[in-house]
């Protein structure tokens, strides 16, 4: 099974007895497993979409660490990270690096890399990194096909298992892909079949005879919905003309509903979700937002309503709009994390503002909260000792500066450690940069939340091995955002 347990089954407990199956021979003697790999075949796990040029990782950052080691690390990253960490993560999951030492045809970190993807939200991406991989076998098929589900893109997947059926994870996908190839008769004998043979659940029976044959249902009860739907019973529901809704499944369905025939307020909050785990463009966010005029008052349409009156105050240029917009507009987002999404779109053109009072002070840490905090945080005079602070953060030297609180105490002693802290020195000096970067970035979340022990070891981590961007960027996150929540 997958790790992720509402993807589709990776691997059948039992061989599916279909024609199609391809025959095994043996001669009765004793044999060993043997596994070949052609030598000019790359390891999935060394795969990526960001070349080091882009990344600025080096090749062998994994170092002597075991796929296992590294699995496990990956499946213990909780979701809700600082955006800093989602930016590292993502980075470190799409990165081209060589495969550990102890890589084999199982590619264990692959697959984990996969599953962290389709955990943040990120199905595009995790497709895109599976086309690049190749369906070699039935995890990865599985994998690819889910994550096509989700996207609209299944027509691929499918076209490849018509080429090669042993992909198939389960009857189930067979049927579907036997479908949408346009053999619909062989998919209505295989769903038979399987009924006789007992290889489909209840629920996928039931589901797969409406889509196959949908006028014979037509006037029946809808369905019971799935608690916990596979992307594939979930495409089946909405293909039978009973859609189950994503805002209450796991985050990678609000991909399915950014395509086009799903209503705006849907697409808005499916939008919200993946902005903020990081994993969509924040102007896909913002076309949304600026579609048309809110349908309602409360929840989504209150943030429509409240970033739609910003965007006209600063094309209008009147200060006191902007000033009046910029705060409700803050505080109507916050309500739905969304702040840093806010700060991505708007800090520049608040730098620009020369806003004073409480929206100069609010402009100020939207720009800290921007890619461009550094430049921000120069041309900014300070109006009081937690803007100084910020300020000294942002430039990346807090000496001589006082700490306003224990958090930011905790921060500066970070900062003024030149070494990995203890606890990750050991996978540093060996050479497992990766690990010690995925330990590090599950501290930051436990130091966000108030442990100020590792709330200083990953900011020290971070500096220590030249991630000095991520350092700064996590460490004013969590004094704007955690202070704001």
Request: with cysteine.
């Given at each position: 099974?997958?790790?992720?347990?509402?993807?589709?089954?990776?691997v059948s407990?039992?061989?599916?007895a279909?024609?199609?199956?391809?025959p095994t021979t043996s001669?009765g003697?004793?044999?060993?497993?043997i596994?070949?790999?052609?030598?000019?075949?790359?390891?999935?796990d060394?795969v990526?979409?960001?070349?080091?040029?882009v990344?600025?990782?080096p090749?062998?950052l994994?170092g002597?660490?075991s796929?296992?080691?590294?699995?496990?690390?990956?499946?213990?990253i909780q979701?809700g990270?600082?955006p800093?960490m989602?930016?590292?993560?993502?980075?470190l999951?799409l990165?081209?690096?060589d495969?550990?030492?102890d890589?084999?045809?199982?590619?264990a970190?692959?697959?984990?890399?996969?599953?962290a993807?389709m955990?943040l939200?990120?199905?595009?991406?995790?497709e895109a990194?599976?086309?690049?991989?190749?369906?070699?076998?039935?995890?990865?098929?599985?994998?690819?096909?889910?994550a096509?589900l989700?996207?609209?893109t299944?027509?691929?997947?499918?076209?490849?298992?018509?080429?090669?059926?042993?992909?198939?994870?389960?009857l189930?996908t067979r049927?579907?892909?036997?479908?949408r190839?346009g053999?619909?008769?062989?998919?209505?004998?295989?769903l038979?079949?399987?009924?006789?043979?007992d290889?489909?659940t209840?629920a996928?029976?039931?589901?797969?005879?409406?889509?196959?044959?949908?006028e014979t249902?037509s006037?029946?009860?809808?369905?019971?919905?799935?608690?916990?739907?596979?992307?594939?019973?979930f495409r089946?529901?909405e293909?039978?003309?009973?859609?189950?809704?994503?805002?209450?499944l796991?985050?990678?369905?609000?991909q399915?509903d950014l395509?086009?025939?799903?209503?705006?307020?849907?697409?808005?909050?499916?939008?919200?979700?993946?902005a903020?785990?990081?994993?969509l463009?924040?102007?896909?966010?913002?076309?949304?937002y600026t579609?048309?005029?809110?349908?309602a008052?409360?929840?989504?349409?209150?943030?429509?309503?409240?970033?739609?009156?910003?965007?006209?105050a600063?094309?209008?240029g009147?200060?006191?709009?902007?000033?009046?917009?910029?705060?409700?507009a803050?505080?109507v987002?916050?309500?739905?994390?969304?702040?840093?999404?806010?700060?991505?779109?708007?800090?520049?053109?608040?730098?620009d503002?020369?806003l004073g009072?409480?929206?100069?002070?609010?402009?100020?840490?939207v720009?800290?909260?921007?890619?461009?905090?550094e430049?921000?945080?120069?041309?900014h005079?300070?109006?009081?000792?937690s803007e100084?602070f910020l300020?000294a953060?942002?430039?990346?030297?807090?000496?001589?500066?006082?700490?306003?609180?224990?958090t930011?105490?905790?921060?500066?002693?970070?900062?003024?450690?030149?070494?990995?802290?203890?606890?990750?020195?050991?996978?540093?000096?060996?050479?497992?940069?990766g690990?010690?970067?995925?330990?590090?970035?599950?501290?930051?979340?436990?130091?966000?939340?108030?442990d100020?022990?590792?709330?200083?070891?990953?900011?020290?981590?971070?500096?220590?091995i030249?991630?000095?961007d991520?350092a700064?960027r996590?460490a004013?996150?969590?004094?704007?955002?955690?202070?704001?929540?």
């Amino acid at each position: 099974m997958s790790a992720i347990d509402w993807l589709s089954d990776s691997v059948s407990s039992d061989p599916l007895a279909f024609p199609w199956n391809e025959p095994t021979t043996s001669d009765g003697a004793g044999t060993e497993s043997i596994s070949v790999t052609p030598l000019d075949e790359v390891s999935p796990d060394a795969v990526g979409l960001l070349p080091t040029s882009v990344t600025g990782l080096p090749r062998t950052l994994w170092g002597t660490s075991s796929s296992e080691d590294l699995a496990r690390e990956l499946e213990q990253i909780q979701t809700g990270l600082m955006p800093a960490m989602q930016d590292l993560l993502l980075t470190l999951l799409l990165a081209e690096l060589d495969p550990p030492s102890d890589s084999d045809p199982s590619h264990a970190l692959f697959l984990a890399r996969v599953d962290a993807l389709m955990e943040l939200g990120a199905v595009e991406q995790a497709e895109a990194l599976l086309r690049r991989a190749g369906p070699s076998d039935e995890e990865t098929f599985s994998r690819w096909f889910d994550a096509s589900l989700l996207t609209g893109t299944e027509d691929a997947a499918c076209a490849t298992l018509k080429i090669k059926p042993d992909l198939a994870p389960n009857l189930a996908t067979r049927i579907f892909c036997l479908a949408r190839n346009g053999d619909w008769h062989a998919a209505a004998v295989t769903l038979e079949t399987g009924r006789a043979l007992d290889q489909l659940t209840g629920a996928e029976d039931a589901i797969l005879a409406r889509f196959l044959d949908p006028e014979t249902f037509s006037g029946a009860p809808e369905l019971a919905p799935p608690t916990r739907p596979t992307p594939l019973v979930f495409r089946l529901y909405e293909s039978v003309g009973e859609p189950i809704p994503s805002n209450i499944l796991p985050l990678p369905f609000a991909q399915a509903d950014l395509r086009l025939n799903t209503g705006w307020k849907s697409q808005i909050e499916a939008a919200e979700r993946l902005a903020r785990s990081g994993t969509l463009d924040e102007n896909r966010l913002l076309g949304l937002y600026t579609e048309r005029q809110p349908a309602a008052s409360g929840g989504v349409w209150d943030r429509v309503a409240a970033v739609q009156a910003f965007e006209t105050a600063l094309a209008a240029g009147n200060h006191e709009e902007i000033a009046s917009t910029l705060v409700h507009a803050w505080n109507v987002l916050g309500e739905a994390d969304l702040q840093p999404v806010f700060a991505d779109l708007y800090a520049d053109k608040l730098a620009d503002a020369a806003l004073g009072g409480e929206a100069g002070h609010l402009a100020f840490e939207v720009g800290l909260l921007s890619p461009h905090y550094e430049s921000i945080a120069l041309e900014h005079q300070p109006q009081d000792a937690s803007e100084k602070f910020l300020k000294a953060v942002a430039r990346g030297d807090v000496t001589g500066i006082s700490a306003p609180d224990e958090t930011s105490a905790a921060i500066a002693e970070g900062f003024r450690m030149s070494t990995p802290p203890e606890r990750l020195a050991g996978l540093v000096n060996d050479g497992n940069l990766g690990e010690a970067i995925l330990r590090a970035i599950r501290m930051a979340t436990d130091g966000a939340q108030g442990d100020l022990e590792k709330l200083r070891d990953a900011v020290a981590l971070f500096r220590s091995i030249g991630l000095e961007d991520t350092a700064r960027r996590f460490a004013l996150q969590t004094m704007i955002l955690v202070e704001d929540a």
